[in-house]
């Protein structure tokens, strides 16, 4: 898909509210403003609160309303509140973009802590379905979207990322098998799946080996990773036109493709890519 030069101010946000978690930073906060500049009510959601508020005056002077709720996605009850709160605020729910996430990088063999496994599926998988179910009903009222960040490893398989790997093949999974459930009601799915990107904090907040995060010079980013802005111009045109998937780039789709085709060249491939973002 390529960018129009519209993108800005993308039509169908106006007065529309969206929720979206994860928005202290990275493509979350980047997102809430994009939204609230096309004139969006935005909800912003996660644990840190000053950061988090930093964000929703930058979408109070993008044009937008902004709510900022804080609270954790792997709580069922902060997820439930955050609904509750959205909609006594705005009247409803137009857009869920479920994009709160955290990564790690290391060997599984190397891990010393196994609660890293289940803390990434707690936060990239569970947290995601919980916000969801809170605000299907809304969303079925609104014929509203559904948009999940996974990532492009939610189809493919990278190495150092096994956990991550496995929280996004879930969200992925789920998305796809929701959105069957959904067709006739009016609800969209969208699911967009990032190559890597540049401007967010994902990297060093990764969990290394020892648990820990991997910390801010620990790695360089790749020639290929994608700026936040052309990311989010690809997001918002997706949701405004109801598409079901986005790959970012779109040629990350041949990767796909390779790999249900020819594996053994996509895993060569794969590992080439790893092996220069680890050097
Ligand atoms: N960066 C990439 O290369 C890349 C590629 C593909 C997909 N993605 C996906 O894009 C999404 C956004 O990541 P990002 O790259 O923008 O990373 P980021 O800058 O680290 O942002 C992550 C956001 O998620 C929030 N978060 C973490 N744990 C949370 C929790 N338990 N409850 C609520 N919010 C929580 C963080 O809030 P706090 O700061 O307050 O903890 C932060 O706002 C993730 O789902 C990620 O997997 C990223």
Redesign the pocket.
């Known amino acids: 898909m390529s960018p129009s030069s519209d993108w800005k101010s993308p039509t169908g946000f106006h007065g529309r509210t969206a929720i979206v978690?994860?928005?202290?930073?990275?493509?979350?906060?980047?997102l809430a403003v994009t939204l609230a500049a096309a004139r969006a009510n935005v909800v912003l959601?996660?644990?840190?609160a000053e950061?988090?508020q930093q964000v929703a005056t930058q979408c109070e002077q993008a044009g937008g309303q902004a709510l900022s709720v804080v609270?954790?996605?792997?709580r069922p009850e902060?997820c439930q509140r955050l609904v509750a709160d959205t909609v006594a605020r705005f009247g409803q729910l137009d857009h869920l973009v479920a994009?709160?996430?955290?990564?790690m990088w290391a060997r599984f063999a190397e891990v010393q802590d196994l609660a890293v496994f289940r803390r990434l599926v707690?936060?990239?998988y569970l947290?995601a379905l919980y916000c969801v179910y809170h605000a299907l009903p809304h969303l079925r009222q609104s014929g509203g979207m559904i948009t999940a960040?996974?990532?492009?490893?939610g189809k493919i398989a990278v190495p150092m990322h096994t956990g991550?790997v496995a929280s996004?093949h879930a969200l992925q999974g789920f998305c796809e098998a929701l959105r069957l459930e959904l067709q006739g009601t009016g609800v969209g799915v969208l699911t967009?799946?990032?190559?890597?990107?540049?401007g967010?904090?994902?990297?060093q907040?990764a969990f290394g080996s020892d648990g820990r995060e991997l910390g801010a010079s620990s790695r360089r980013h790749s020639r290929e990773?994608?700026p936040m802005e052309l990311a989010c111009q690809l997001i918002v045109q997706a949701m405004a036109a109801r598409r079901r998937e986005l790959v970012i780039p779109w040629k990350l789709k041949a990767l796909l493709v390779l790999n249900l085709l020819w594996p053994r060249r996509a895993e060569a491939l794969i590992l080439g890519a790893v092996k220069q973002q680890d050097s």
């Open positions: 978690t994860g928005a202290s930073s990275g493509l979350g906060a980047a959601f996660s644990p840190e950061r988090q609270g954790d996605v792997t902060d994009n709160a996430g955290i990564s707690e936060v990239n947290g960040i996974t990532s492009i490893q991550y996004k967009v799946l990032p190559h890597w990107l540049r967010t904090e994902l990297r907040r990773s994608v």
